[in-house]
C-alpha cells in the first residue's frame, strides 16, 4: 500500500505559480510510487489487479489540482477490489480525483452538471445504450451535494443536494448517493458492462459478451461478489486459454514495469527514465487520454508503438547507474517468458547483451493474464 499523506495539498498554496510547482512535484512523485510499486511491490499481483481497476475508473492525474489524490484512488480499489462491485464503485464515486476530474463537486441542487452521472451509467455501470438522457439528467440530481472539506475527504451537504424525487430507470425514490449506486448495481446490465470491460484489460482482447455468458450469470448471481467474477474468470476456457498460450500482449506500463523488475536496480533513474519512456510509448503514466481507459491487445500495435517500445527499454538498460545497480536473477530462464523466444536460447546468462536480446524479442512483450486468484 501506498499513501499520500506526506505529499503537500497544492490547494492551500497561496499563488497561482505556487500551486503549479506544488502540482508538478505532485504528479512526478506519484507516479515513481505507482511505477516502483508495479515493479517491486509489495503485493505486486494486487497491483496488477488495481492496475486494471484503474483503466476502468479512468482519472488523468495531470487534471487533477493534487494528482497524488490517485494514491487515495489506489488505496481504496485495494481495499475493495475483493469485496463486492458495489462498495468499490461508491469507493470509487467518493474519491476525490475522480470526482474533480468529472466535475463532481460542482453539480449542486440549483446547477446539476452532468458529467458524473453520464460516465457513472456507461462506463462504471449499465453500458452504452442501456440508459435515456432522463436517465442522466436524474442521475446527476442524485449525485448533487458532494463535496471536498479541507482535509481531502469527500463529504455530503444537504444544503447542496436535490432531494426531490427521481425517475431512474423506470423506479421513482428520492435517491442519493448509496440509494443509486445499490439500485444500479443490481441492473442485469451493469454486471455484463463491468465483466466485459474488466475481461478486455484482463486478456488484452475485444471480448464478445457471448463468450462470457456463464462468468456474467454467476456474478449476478453472487450480487457482483467480486471474489466470485475472479474465480469465474479463472475457471474459464478464455482465461485458460490465454494462460498456456501467454497471448496477453502487455501494455507499456505493464512492459516497463516487468522490465525494470528484471534488471533488478533500485535506482530512482529506473523511474525517471521508465516514466519518460512510457510518455514516447503512447501510455503517460496515469494519464488516461479519456474517461473510457487505456487501449488494450491489438490497440497497442503500430509500428511507432513497437519502435518507441524498443528504445525504451534499450535505455534503462544503457544506463550506468542502473546496471552498476542492478540485482539480475542467476540465470535467464525460460519461466520469465510467455513463450519461447526468437532471439535468445534459455537459459543464458544475465549480460546485457542477453537482456537487451531478450527485450527485444517477441516473447518480452506478451504475459500470461495477472492472476486472480492467491
Not at 58 to 66: G, K
Request: proline share 4%; glycine share 6%.
Amino acid at each position: 500500500m501506498i499513501s499520500n499523506k506526506k505529499f503537500t495539498d497544492c490547494r492551500k498554496k497561496n499563488s497561482k505559480q505556487n500551486k503549479l510547482i506544488c502540482k508538478k512535484e505532485s504528479l512526478s512523485r506519484t507516479k515513481k510510487q505507482w511505477l516502483k510499486r508495479l515493479a517491486y511491490g509489495p503485493n505486486k499481483k494486487q497491483a496488477e489487479i488495481v492496475n486494471i481497476w484503474l483503466s476502468i475508473f479512468a482519472v488523468n492525474a495531470r487534471n487533477l489540482i493534487n494528482p497524488h489524490w490517485i494514491l487515495n484512488q489506489i488505496e481504496s480499489i485495494e481495499n475493495w477490489q475483493f469485496s463486492y462491485y458495489e462498495n468499490l464503485l461508491y469507493s470509487q464515486i467518493t474519491n476525490p480525483g475522480l470526482l474533480q476530474y468529472f466535475n463532481g463537486f460542482r453539480n449542486k441542487k440549483n446547477n446539476p452538471n452532468e458529467n458524473l452521472g453520464r460516465e457513472l451509467l456507461e462506463l462504471y455501470t449499465l453500458g452504452e445504450g442501456n440508459f435515456t438522457e432522463e436517465d442522466v439528467k436524474n442521475t446527476a440530481r442524485a449525485l448533487t451535494g458532494l463535496k471536498l472539506n479541507e482535509n481531502n475527504i469527500v463529504e455530503f451537504s444537504t444544503k447542496f443536494h436535490d432531494d426531490g424525487k427521481k425517475l431512474i430507470l423506470g423506479k421513482e425514490s428520492e435517491f442519493e448517493l448509496k440509494s443509486l449506486i445499490n439500485w444500479l448495481s443490481k441492473q442485469s446490465s451493469t454486471a455484463e458492462n463491468i465483466t466485459k470491460r474488466f475481461c478486455n484489460y484482463l486478456l488484452g482482447e475485444e471480448i464478445n459478451l457471448d463468450e462470457i455468458g456463464s462468468i456474467v450469470n454467476e456474478f449476478k448471481e453472487n450480487d457482483l461478489s467480486l471474489p466470485y467474477l475472479y474465480k469465474s474468470i479463472a475457471n474459464h476456457n478464455k482465461y485458460q486459454s490465454c494462460s498456456n498460450l501467454g497471448s496477453r500482449l502487455l501494455d507499456p506500463v505493464s512492459l516497463v514495469a516487468k522490465s525494470i523488475s528484471l534488471i533488478g536496480s533500485k535506482h530512482i533513474n529506473n523511474y525517471e527514465i521508465g516514466i519518460n519512456i512510457l510518455k514516447k510509448m503512447g501510455q503517460p503514466l496515469l494519464e488516461t487520454p479519456n474517461p473510457s481507459g487505456w487501449a488494450y491487445g491489438e490497440g497497442w500495435i503500430s509500428s511507432s508503438m513497437v519502435l518507441n517500445r524498443k528504445k525504451g527499454l534499450t535505455k534503462l538498460l544503457a544506463d550506468e547507474e542502473i546496471w552498476e545497480t542492478r540485482n539480475t536473477p542467476l540465470l535467464l530462464t525460460e519461466e520469465i517468458v510467455a513463450f519461447e523466444p526468437l532471439n535468445i536460447k534459455l537459459p543464458a546468462e544475465p549480460t546485457r547483451e542477453n537482456i537487451s536480446l531478450l527485450f527485444n524479442d517477441p516473447s518480452w512483450n506478451f504475459s500470461k493474464p495477472v492472476k486472480l486468484i492467491f
